[in-house]
């Protein structure tokens, strides 16, 4: 594993100091044309849970500055109670990658929840001035969170290498 970035002199935290669950009843509010629950809905709240942990994570406001990935596994219905579970998993100087599990389970059963989509959000600290702050780096505690760790720096990677080769193109003629 690469080394834990050096946040400008602040501690890091670890992972589980920030982790949030928000669970949401779907209604019939929140359906689409089809008869089942709106994405956009889905990444409302896939968006809300991230923002939370990033604010506990850098101790103060945070904003979306992108979302690399958002894969829905399966279609959510009315009345399911949909669990999302977000987490710091990466650290730069003032960014944070957040990945999120959004788990969906019909609310009046007790049959296991299923997954049924996944995010990674990458969200930029700012002060009052909506200018980027530092935020502390995060400090995984587990194999789980090395791995998630490893994997999110393999994302930034590719989203650094995809953005310089898309901006090197549009300097070459057509």
């Keep these: 594993m690469a080394e834990l970035p050096e946040a400008s002199g602040l501690p890091g935290k670890p992972t589980a100091a920030s982790r949030t669950t928000l ?15 709106h994405g956009g809905v889905i990444m409302k709240l896939v968006d809300d849970a991230a923002g939370a942990v990033a604010g506990r994570h850098s101790g103060g406001p945070a904003v979306t500055a992108s979302m690399d990935e958002m894969v829905f596994l399966e279609p959510v219905k009315v009345g399911d109670l949909v669990h999302v579970h977000a987490q710091v998993n990466w650290t730069g100087r003032t960014s944070m ?22 995010a990674y959000l990458v969200f930029a ?14 400090v995984p505690s587990d194999d789980r969170d090395r791995r998630r760790y490893q994997e999110a720096e393999i994302r930034r990677t590719h989203r650094l290498a995809r953005r310089r080769e898309i901006l090197e193109s549009r300097q070459r003629p057509l």
């Design 125 to 138: 600290a700012v002060d009052e001035e909506g200018k980027p702050r530092p935020v502390p780096p995060v």
């Design 23 to 37: 669970s949401h009843i779907m209604t019939q509010n929140d359906v689409n044309l089809l008869g089942t629950v």
């Design 97 to 118: 990658e957040i990945g999120v599990k959004v788990l969906a389970e019909r609310w009046n059963e007790s049959t296991p929840a299923t997954r049924v989509g996944t």
